[in-house]
C-alpha cells in the first residue's frame, strides 16, 4: 500500500506541480518596488533588520536559534489546505553563510506558527535545500520502513530557481524552479493540518551571527490559486 501511495503522488508531481498555467488566481503577489505591500505582517523584526533596496526585499539573518516564535514577515491569505495553491519566492544570499544553522526560507503558516519549510540553510559546511528530498535506499517490500530512506540535500545555488511551496490536497510540497532550462526540482513533502485558522506564508531568516551582520535578499514573492480545483 505504500509503494502505491508513493507512486501516486509522484505521478501528480509530474503532472500537476509546477504547470499551473491554467486558470489562475494570483491571491497576492508583491515585487518590492519602492515599499512593501500593506498586507504585510512585521512580527518581531526591528526597523533595521529589513529594507527595500533596488526592487528587492532585504533582510538581516536573525541570529538565535530558530523556533516558532522566531521574527518574521507574513502575509495572511485565505484558502483551504484541499486547495491548489503555490507561493514563490526568489532567494539570493548576499553574505555567505557561516554559521552551523544559519537559513533563511519560505514558510506556510498557520495561527500556531510555521508548519512547512522551504529553506537555503548552512548544513555541514555547504548551502542546501531544506529539508532534504527522501531517497529509497532498502529491499524490495521494505518500502514502508521510514528506516529504509535516506536523505538527499541538493546545493542551494540560485540556478535551480525559485523557492516553491505547493499546497494540494491536504498535503504541502517543497518545490524548487524553474531553472534556466525549465526544470523543477521536486523534494520533501507532507501532510498538513486541515482545519487550522490564520493560514498564510512567512518569510524568516534564522542562526545567524550575533556579531556580524548577514544579509538575504527575496524577490519576486507570489501566491497563485489554480482555478482547476
Known sequence: MHRIITLSLAAFLCLVLGQLSFGEEVLF???????LSPKWKIVGLKKEDYRIKNGELEMRVQPGEKTKDSPML???IPFEAKDNVTASVDLTIVDKFTEP????GLYLINESGPEFRAEKRKLNGLLVFSP???EFIGKQGEDGDPQQYA???WPANESFGALQIIVSSDRAFFQVGPSKDGKYLNLFH???ITDRPGRG???RTCGGPADKEHWVRFDNFRVVRDGRN
Open 101 to 104: 544553522t544559519e537559513t533563511a
Open 201 to 203: 506564508f512567512g518569510l
Open 151 to 153: 536523505l538527499k540535500f
Open 132 to 134: 532534504a528530498k527522501p
Open 29 to 35: 503577489e508583491d515585487k518590492f518596488e519602492g515599499k
Open 190 to 192: 507532507s501532510a498538513i
Open 74 to 76: 507574513k502575509v495572511l
